[in-house]
């Protein structure tokens, strides 16, 4: 059958041999445009000759210029549809079936890695069949569901991370900001899983062997970036993969320790038995189990202590760098009005390793949309913001959903973060059938397998559906403007697919709802307790985008934090 969108593509899911339907249709069938093809190497050529990974976002920007909304791209000969209609990209999604394909299996760094070392947890996390469904239903109760129970554990962190965030980035100078909201990501992620904070954010109170931790888990991340872009670095074992495995040895064998601790201490106590209204399908009523995450998986009983203390030391790493990007880009988001935000430059899609949590990433796209994007160099950002935390907040903690909803600027000011500064510039899907996508009364084929994405830069950064794209203004999401866009054709940009970095489907990510506190509780601190400005305003456009695992700004210009009256 044929499914139609709402902007007038239609999508015709159907096993190979429908040809005799797509006759009966009418429709034509075409290969999508795509840069010239060559022999082996595919449109690999024209991919370097853009520039390559470094402006892989501006590559997806300049497909979608010149070919349109659906287009070709065949690295290495693997052929790949890029449609830019999320809600063509909702069809396909539909079709995930039971056991859908995760983005996981492309990054084989990490797949290898759990290989290599015989990490069940690991290889059931990016599997795709009945192992992947049995890990996923073992954790999706106590963190994906039960969430909002863990909200006082992260504000208690955050508040913490504040006190002595002043005296850590400007006043002593330990750490820069960049390395700070990194251990304020491992810190809060730590508390949700054991409930208490390391303290890493604290010089004075922080233990090397977690601050060890979280700078194995950044490098482990950026080499993996490496080796996504450089395949054959693993095959001849050059230093870039032994240094992974290496950093990635520390991160597994660090967790581990921590949890065989906490595991030890856990088994005196008198088992809890988790009741299922606690830690069942509303988060509300989640709010009454106060227990950590661990403790929780450890009274359900249906994981054993090994496989518990297996996933510990990649549950954290993923709380580090993937929540990083975000908390900084939101937080430092106000410091360009115009285009030295990161919207303009180069990305790389998502490969969720182990657990995904794009807090880390979320919460510095935060900060730097607030402070170098966009707040930072547009004050005013900052001082909205501000306003609206005094007037709901008056000073306290965000510990609950009812404070949570009531922030719609700071909300605001997260989603327009990722509008302009998505960690990745696609959404990924692969299927198990064939399939057709139909659009303007074109076949486009697509075989089993084949990567099907979505352009992240092209509609949200276009003009036709976005006023003045370049431009850092959560105005743009607050109810009143989205309520005047219906009906319209930039009503698009408020698409799901557009919302926030955690994927869509079966397999979004598992830690996106903490992930999004994290970013919510944490930003709200800080910005009620500190402006967050340059040491330096000329230093607004002297650093350049820069593609890891995920964008970075590089350099990271340095930041000053000055107490808000």
């Known amino acids: 059958m044929i499914v139609m969108s709402k902007t007038a593509a239609t999508l015709l899911l159907s096993l ?37 990974v470094g402006r892989l976002r501006q590559i997806y920007e300049e497909m979608y210029s010149e070919f349109g909304n659906v287009y070709g791209m065949s690295p290495m000969g693997k052929d790949q549809l890029i449609v ?74 955050a508040s913490k991370i504040s006190k002595v965030a002043g005296y850590e980035v400007t006043e002593r100078k330990n750490v ?40 194995a888990s950044q ?15 693993k095959v001849f074992g050059t230093d870039t993969y032994q240094s992974f495995k290496v950093n990635m040895d520390k991160v597994f064998n660090l967790g581990w320790e921590v949890a065989e601790e906490y595991v030890a201490q856990v088994q005196q106590k008198p088992k809890v038995k988790v009741k299922e209204e606690d830690a069942g399908k509303c988060p509300v009523t989640a709010v009454k189990n106060k227990m950590p995450f661990v403790e929780r998986l450890l009274n359900r009983g249906e994981m054993s202590t090994n496989d518990i203390k297996s996933i510990s030391g990649p549950m954290q790493m993923a709380g580090v760098d993937t929540t990083v990007s975000d908390i900084w880009t939101s937080l430092s988001g106000s410091y360009s009005s115009e285009s030295s935000c990161l919207a303009c430059s180069s990305n790389t899609s998502r490969y969720k390793p182990f657990f995904y949590t794009p807090t880390l990433s979320s919460t510095i796209d935060i900060c730097h949309e607030l402070a ?51 960690t990745a510039p696609v959404l990924a899907k692969r299927l198990e059938e064939n399939i057709e996508v139909v659009v303007d009364d074109i ?81 709200a601190r800080m910005i009620q307790d500190w402006e967050i400005t340059l040491v330096d305003p000329s230093d607004a456009n002297k650093w350049k985008p820069k593609q890891k695992l995920m964008l970075k700004a590089d350099p990271y210009p340095a930041m000053k934090l000055v107490p808000r009256g």
């Not at 830019?84 to 797949?111: H, M, N, Q």
């Not at 820069?176 to 054991?194: E, G, L, N």
């Not at 099907?452 to 003045?468: T, W």
Request: net charge negative; proline share 8%; hydrophobic share 40%.
């Open 84 to 157: 830019c209609d999320p809600y063509v990209f909702d069809t396909v999604l539909r079709k995930e079936g039971k056991y859908p394909i995760g983005g996981s299996e492309e990054a084989t760094t990490f797949a290898d890695y759990y290989k290599e070392t015989n990490n069940t947890m690991g290889i059931k996390s990016i599997s795709r069949g009945p192992e992947w469904k049995e890990w996923r239903k073992a954790l999706e109760p106590d963190m994906y569901v039960a969430w909002a129970s863990y909200l006082p554990m992260i504000a208690d962190t």
């Open 16 to 52: 190979a041999g429908s040809a005799s339907m797509l006759r009966v249709h009418g429709f034509v069938v075409k290969e999508p445009p795509m840069p010239f093809k060559w022999p082996i190497v595919g449109t690999l050529p024209d991919f370097f000759a853009r520039g390559g």
């Open 372 to 422: 170098v994007s966009e707040p930072a160099s547009n004050p005013d950002v900052q001082t909205k913001l501000a306003e609206e935390l005094k007037a709901v907040l008056n000073g306290v903690d965000v510990t609950s959903l009812v404070q949570m909803n009531s922030l719609p600027y700071l909300k605001a000011c997260i989603r327009e973060s990722h509008r302009l500064t998505p």
């Open 443 to 523: 076949v486009y084929k697509a075989q089993a397998g084949q990567r099907i994405m979505l352009n992240l830069r092209a509609f949200p950064i276009d003009p036709i559906f976005v006023d003045k794209p370049t431009i850092y203004k959560p105005e743009r999401f607050l109810k009143d403007a989205v309520e005047a866009r219906k009906g319209t054709p930039s009503e698009i940009i408020d698409h799901p697919s557009f919302a926030d970095p955690f994927g869509r489907g079966k397999r979004r990510c598992l830690g996106s709802n903490i992930a999004m506190a994290e970013m919510i509780v944490l930003a």
């Open 176 to 215: 820069a900001f960049i390395d700070f909201i990194s251990r304020s990501a491992f810190d809060m992620f730590t508390a949700v899983m054991y409930g208490e904070s390391p303290q890493t954010t604290d010089s004075r109170v922080a233990d090397p062997t977690d601050i060890e931790f979280v700078q």
């Open 219 to 233: 490098t482990a991340f950026d080499l993996t970036g490496e080796l996504i872009a450089n395949p054959l670095a």
